[in-house]
């Protein structure tokens, strides 16, 4: 398949194109359609896999966070105002049919497995690299947008803590968010505190659980 070329420098520079990176390329390529470029953006990538390298290469490692979350979700931001985009992988798009899960098994365990079983299985994955690349956004994640600001910022806040309306946890203001009304702790909001330099000057053990 034709794959495009920063996908390629990437996936060169790194080893393997995979539809964890392809899934990663694609989430950065629909942030910058949602905000028109990439300035300003911040993102936090929910997983360890090879897609934390499409985001390093496109945002620039120091505007990306890896949180391993085993969550196949990137969380975009747009921190001069607050919009938020989370991108959560639909269930099945990363899901290899049982028999190319067993030729995996073999290939790990033996490091060798019968070479069509191999070809077959390379043609699978290329596949479900296409269909990451060009299936249409939605069929790929399921999109959320809000609005997130940092309570702190409030002026008329007296009292330090105050519940997460989610997790009912007791939080320290200045790590509480405003989410469409709601007051939640970053953790229910899915953004990264250091996306919001008021919260990121705040000591990080401020939350009683
Ligand atoms: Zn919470």
Avoid at 36 to 64: H, K, Q, W
Avoid at 160 to 187: H, I, K, S
Wanted: with cysteine; glycine share 4%; net charge neutral.
């Amino acid at each position: 398949m034709l794959v495009p070329l920063p996908l390629k420098a990437i996936a060169d520079k790194h080893g393997v194109l995979s539809p964890e990176l392809a899934l990663g390329y694609r989430a950065v390529g629909i942030a910058r359609e949602e905000y028109d470029a990439l300035d300003d953006v911040r993102a936090m990538v929910c997983n360890t896999t090879p897609a934390r390298f499409a985001f390093d290469a496109l945002l620039g490692s120091g505007n990306v966070s890896v949180h391993d979350f085993g969550q196949h979700a990137y969380t975009f931001c747009h921190t001069s105002t607050g919009s938020v985009l989370r991108l959560k992988t639909r269930a099945g798009v990363l899901l290899l049919p049982a028999w190319c899960r067993s030729v995996e098994d073999r290939f790990l365990r033996s490091r060798s497995s019968e070479d069509f079983a191999v070809a077959a299985y390379q043609a699978v994955v290329s596949e479900m690299v296409a269909r990451v690349l060009t299936a249409p956004a939605d069929q790929v994640f399921l999109a959320r947008r809000y609005r997130c600001r940092p309570v702190g910022e409030y002026p008329d806040v007296l009292c330090r803590f105050a519940r997460c309306e989610r997790c009912e946890a007791w939080t320290r203001l200045n790590r509480l968010y405003d989410v469409e009304g709601f007051l939640l702790c970053a953790a229910c909001a899915e953004i990264d505190p250091s996306w919001f330099a008021t919260a990121a000057r705040s000591d990080a053990a401020d939350t009683i659980r």
